[in-house]
Nanobody, 124 residues
C-alpha cells in the first residue's frame, strides 16, 4: 500500500511559479513510476506529466511542456512538480499518482494509488 500526500498549492498571479510536492509512504516508492494529473473547474481530470522509477525519463502533456518540470527524490520518497509561467488555465486541483511499475503512462487507469490533491489557483 502506498499513501500519497500532495502539498505546495496556492494562489499565484499569472506568470508566477509554484513547486508542488508529493510525499509517499511505503517501501516501494523507488519501484513506482509517478505521475501528476490535474482537474480544472468543470473539466475532466487530465494527464500532466510522468517520471519513471529512476528519474531518468519524463514525459509531459503538450499544454505544459517547457513550463513544468517533474522530478523525484527516491531517498526522501518524494516527487515534485515545478510549475513556472503559470496561466489562468492552469487553475486546477493537482493530483499525484503512483503506478506499480517502473515506467509511467499517460492513462489514469494505469495508476494504482492517488493522493487527495492540492489546489492551484492562478489569478490576478
Amino acid at each position: 500500500q502506498v499513501e500519497l500526500v500532495e502539498s505546495g498549492g496556492g494562489l499565484v498571479q499569472p506568470g508566477g511559479s509554484l513547486r508542488l510536492s508529493c510525499a509517499a509512504s511505503g517501501r516501494t516508492f523507488s519501484s513506482n513510476a509517478m505521475g501528476w494529473f490535474r482537474q480544472g473547474p468543470g473539466k475532466e481530470r487530465e494527464f500532466v506529466a510522468f517520471i519513471n522509477w529512476s528519474g531518468t525519463s519524463t514525459y509531459y502533456a503538450d499544454s505544459v511542456k517547457g513550463r513544468f518540470t517533474i522530478s523525484r527524490d527516491n531517498v526522501k520518497n518524494t516527487v515534485f512538480l515545478q510549475i513556472n509561467s503559470l496561466k489562468p488555465e492552469d487553475t486546477a486541483v493537482y493530483y499525484c499518482a503512483a503506478k506499480r511499475n517502473l515506467y509511467g503512462t499517460t492513462r489514469q487507469g494505469d495508476y494504482d494509488y492517488w493522493g487527495q490533491g492540492t489546489q492551484v489557483t492562478v489569478s490576478s
